[in-house]
Nanobody
Framework: QVQLVESGGGLVQAGGSLRLSCAPS????????MAWYRQAPGKQRELVAQ???????SYADSMKGRFTISRDNAKNTVYLQMNSLKPEDTAVYYC???????????????WGQGTQVTVSS
């Protein structure tokens, strides 16, 4: 069974930085798109940033210029560098990946368990 494992969340003061990481546990064949979402208390889950296998990226408007998504295809890992954090960035951040488990299989979307990011004012 494949699981996405996230790390790097925590408590940080406003203006600070955090770097989140996410990688699948278990053996896989390849990963297509990878993305980060977040969900604040009482709000819907929203897309933070997305990156294709080829390196194309897209960001939510409120994160542009502050957050950077990157990935290491050799390590099957996606990162989210978050700078100039604001209290309104406080949320649970979820990793999302479109994974092919075997060469002959179709891809399937997996979600991580979430990592808490808390930004204090």
């Amino acid at each position: 069974q494949v699981q996405l494992v996230e790390s790097g969340g925590g408590l940080v003061q406003a203006g600070g930085s955090l770097r989140l990481s996410c990688a699948p546990s278990g053996s896989i064949f390849s990963i297509n798109d990878m993305a980060w979402y977040r969900q604040a208390p009482g709000k819907q889950r929203e897309l933070v940033a997305q990156m294709t296998r080829g390196g194309s990226t897209s960001y939510a408007d409120s994160m542009k210029g502050r957050f950077t998504i990157s990935r290491d295809n050799a390590k099957n890992t996606v990162y989210l560098q978050m700078n100039s954090l604001k209290p309104e960035d406080t949320a649970v951040y979820y990793c999302n990946a479109d994974i092919r488990r075997w060469r002959w299989s179709s891809s399937q979307v997996y979600w991580g368990q979430g990592t808490q990011v808390t930004v204090s004012s």
